[in-house]
């Protein structure tokens, strides 16, 4: 049986490697279908203005894209496409953990914004969709990683990957990991499983390249008292183990809607010394046409 399912798989990354980007499943849902793109460019245009940072600072972010269609195929042409790319690029993070990343999205970002992917052969041949987008021209990758979660409920959604990087302005090394968790729907045995595998792994990366570790994720889990669908206990796990970065940060800034300590599904930690200068969730109400997620981003120096 193993046989038979290693060479059905082998036989998928073929059709992946040959089919342009976007030829099949392209179809819109629900969030984005009413995209003003004039309001999405303005709010692109105040965020660039508004979250400078610092030549000595890095930027990390963590955004979950919202996967478009069946199968969590993105449309290349999806009118949330131009939007998320925007967004984006106003950012100027350095490293951005993303969730929900399909090839198509992969096309998108390789086309519009100078972001490069952490392991993009295997990343996009295997349909993998938790990846690590880098700007080359800020920090230079030296080694990475990639793997399924245990207990996954998908194989392709739930992983984790890590890159190993220098931050050119200072010659400082960091690791970046970014993970997608399981919705524990009332059970929480698989998500506090894939915590410790996550756990371990980012203790490992520490010792192994005794540099600061920066976790970035959409891990369905909760700080105690906000969003209701998600569990508390895989928080707690995490936060006993990682630095939440809200919590250190000099400056904690939200986007005019939700605050940055009420909206807890995606995270931002930390194992190691950093020096968090501010801690932001981009909550303006345009950007919910775009993701039923809000892009969380942390200012830190390593």
Request: charged content about 20%.
């Amino acid at each position: 049986m193993r046989k038979i399912s290693d060479i059905l798989f082998a036989i998928w990354l073929f059709i992946l490697s040959v089919l342009p980007c976007g030829i099949i499943y392209h179809t819109q849902s629900v969030v984005g279908s009413t995209v003003d793109k004039n309001a999405i460019k303005a709010v692109c245009r105040a965020v660039e203005q508004s979250y400078p940072h610092g030549s000595d600072e890095i930027r990390v972010a963590t955004y979950n894209l919202l996967a478009d269609g069946i199968g969590y195929y993105g449309g290349r042409d999806s009118c949330r496409s131009d939007g998320v790319c925007d967004l984006l690029c106003s950012v100027s993070s350095d490293v951005i953990g993303l969730q929900e990343v399909s090839r198509w999205w992969l096309c998108n970002l390789k086309d519009k914004t100078p972001y490069s992917i952490v392991d993009p052969l295997r990343t996009e041949l295997g349909g993998f969709m938790t990846a690590i987008a880098y700007n080359p021209e800020r920090v230079e990758l030296l080694e990475y990683g990639n793997e399924a979660l245990v207990r996954g409920s998908n194989p392709r959604l739930r992983r984790v990957v890590w890159g190993l990087f220098i931050f050119k302005a200072s010659g400082k090394r960091f690791v970046a990991v970014n993970t997608h968790f399981n919705v524990t729907d009332g059970d929480n045995s698989a998500g506090l499983v894939q915590a410790q595998q996550v756990t371990q792994l980012v203790r490992s990366l520490n010792v192994k390249y005794a540099c600061p570790v920066i976790i970035t994720g959409d891990f369905n889990a909760k700080k105690r008292g906000t969003v209701s669908y998600c569990t508390s206990v895989i928080y707690d796990v995490l936060s006993l183990n990682m630095t939440d970065l809200r919590y250190p940060a000099r400056q904690k800034i939200s986007g005019g809607g939700k605050g940055l300590f009420s909206y807890c599904v995606d995270h931002v930690f930390a194992v190691g010394q950093v020096d968090v200068r501010r801690c932001a969730i981009l909550s303006q109400r345009e950007l919910l046409d775009l993701s039923d997620h809000y892009l969380m981003l942390a200012d830190v120096v390593v």
